[in-house]
Nanobody, 124 residues
Framework: QVQLVESGGGLVQAGGSLRLSCAASGRAFGSYTMGWFRQAPGKEREFVAVISWSGDSTNYADSVKGRFTISRDNAKNTVYLQMNSLKPEDTAVYYC?????????????????WGQGTQVTVSS
């Protein structure tokens, strides 16, 4: 397993941008599929974006498609989530997760390593 630490969260006005980072420690980061999930107050955690181990494949929740971009730098053991045109409904704790899958997945099942989360608050 890998250990994950998110950073980059904060308070931003609607329409603004943030870039979240997730730094991984441990070996073989480049073999893991990486995902971003979020949990808003009073709601269940939900899928946001996922990227394959090579970076060639990505998938996004409909609610963020066209506004968020997931990327990774395997040389730096880091995955990113660029968030543009933020909306108040994007307010949540954002978590990164790592897992090994044969194909892209968009559910939590199988992601064995999770970060502690970083708070994103979007004001209207």
């Amino acid at each position: 397993q890998v250990q994950l630490v998110e950073s980059g969260g904060g308070l931003v006005q609607a329409g603004g941008s943030l870039r979240l980072s997730c730094a991984a420690s441990g070996r073989a980061f480049g073999s893991y599929t990486m995902g971003w999930f979020r949990q808003a107050p009073g709601k269940e955690r939900e899928f946001v974006a996922v990227i394959s181990w090579s970076g060639d494949s990505t998938n996004y929740a409909d609610s963020v498609k066209g506004r968020f971009t997931i990327s990774r730098d395997n040389a730096k053991n880091t995955v990113y989530l660029q968030m543009n045109s933020l909306k108040p409904e994007d307010t949540a704790v954002y978590y990164c997760a790592a897992g090994r899958f044969p194909t892209i997945v968009i559910t939590e099942a199988g992601f064995g390593s999770w970060g502690q989360g970083t708070q994103v608050t979007v004001s209207s």
